[in-house]
């Protein structure tokens, strides 16, 4: 049994796989995938998988007890769940993952399963759409993913120029189109983030569906779903067949309430410059919770208000209270 496990964050990284490596043999297999990918598979049911792609660093740098996300999520729910951890910043375009998912598909693993999920955020949301094509009738979660980095098609996307020796062009390469055989697919992105944004707009079909979430980089909008518990719930729906555009909205309605989103938005707003947006937002997050930070910024628009400070239109401050409100 599995249940509970930990592992030391005093670990080296070597030590720490290793210790991977036990917990996955004890309840399903754990699996080098070459120099710098494994894979942790622990079985507990079959009627509901959860597929998550990790980084070493941000697993050893998040979780609590040190372990993949998806043993939080899932040990208690009793769901089966796969885990692909990479080493490196190289989006998985490794041949020896795209052998390991063929292998699944011929060993009909993913047929063993009611109910398929796959998950992933920024290079690891682009994995989890790019492999999601092993696992036809998969709910995708994606936190803004990338659609692919071959420099022909996202010479605009400069953010890693690492990236430019990666092969986006091989199997699994464009992950736009590897979700045509999903159930669903749920892309959820910064459109004030222009790269991001970019790329969420490559993501299309009648089984895509984009919420726009303005919080920043794909690292600090998968922190705020963590810590609301948002990843868990919003699978949960998706398992319960209640998951469909609205039903994730309203999931994300708790970000009203969660205080390191609505510092983020404030900062934004008040970066803008925009007095009037600024007493809106700081009385909408009063009216809920006594927060000094907002009062102070509440009482400080209010002065510049009185004192003739313009703001921008009514009709931009509808388009972003729309989103916070």
């Given amino acids: 049994m599995v249940a509970g496990a930990t592992i030391s964050t005093d670990l080296s990284d070597t030590d720490w796989l ?19 990918h494994a894979a942790v598979f622990i079985e507990q049911s079959h009627d509901v998988l959860f597929v998550s792609f990790e980084t070493l660093f ?21 769901w089966s769940h796969l885990t692909l951890i990479a080493q490196t910043q190289d989006w998985f375009r490794d041949p020896k993952i795209w052998a390991y998912f063929d292998r699944l598909v011929d060993y009909g693993f993913f047929e063993d399963f009611d109910q398929v999920i796959f998950y992933g955020a920024g290079m690891c949301g682009y994995a989890a759409a790019a492999y999601s094509v092993t696992a036809p009738g998969a709910t995708a979660f994606l936190v803004a993913p990338q659609a692919t980095l071959d420099r022909g098609l996202t010479e605009w996307d400069t953010r890693f120029p690492t990236t430019r020796r990666l092969d986006f062009q091989s199997r699994y390469g464009y ?9 669903a697919a749920y892309v959820i ?5 222009a790269e991001d944004a970019m790329h969420a707009s490559l993501f299309r079909g009648p089984n895509i569906h984009p919420f726009r979430y303005r919080r920043g980089r794909a690292g600090a909008i998968e922190a705020d779903l963590r810590n609301m518990s948002l990843i868990s719930a919003i699978s949960e729906s998706a398992v319960n067949g209640a998951l469909t555009p609205a039903r994730l909205a309203k999931h994300m309605q708790a970000r009203k309430r969660h205080v390191p989103y609505l510092r983020a938005l404030l900062a934004r707003v008040l970066a803008e410059d925009r007095p009037r947006l600024t007493q809106q937002l700081c009385r909408a997050v009063l009216a809920q919770q006594p927060i000094p930070r907002f009062k102070h910024h509440l009482e400080a628009a209010e002065r510049r208000l009185a004192g003739g400070t313009p703001d921008r239109t009514a009709k931009d401050d509808v388009s972003v209270t729309a989103d916070t409100s």
């Fill in 175 to 183: 992950a736009p189109d590897m979700l045509e055989a999903a159930d």
């Fill in 18 to 36: 290793d210790a991977l490596r036990g917990i996955g043999d004890k309840g399903g297999y754990f699996s080098s995938l070459g120099a710098s």
């Fill in 189 to 193: 992105y910064d459109p004030d983030e």
């Fill in 58 to 78: 941000s697993i050893r740098s998040v979780s609590d007890t040190g372990m993949p996300m998806a043993f939080d999520i899932c040990d208690r729910r009793g």
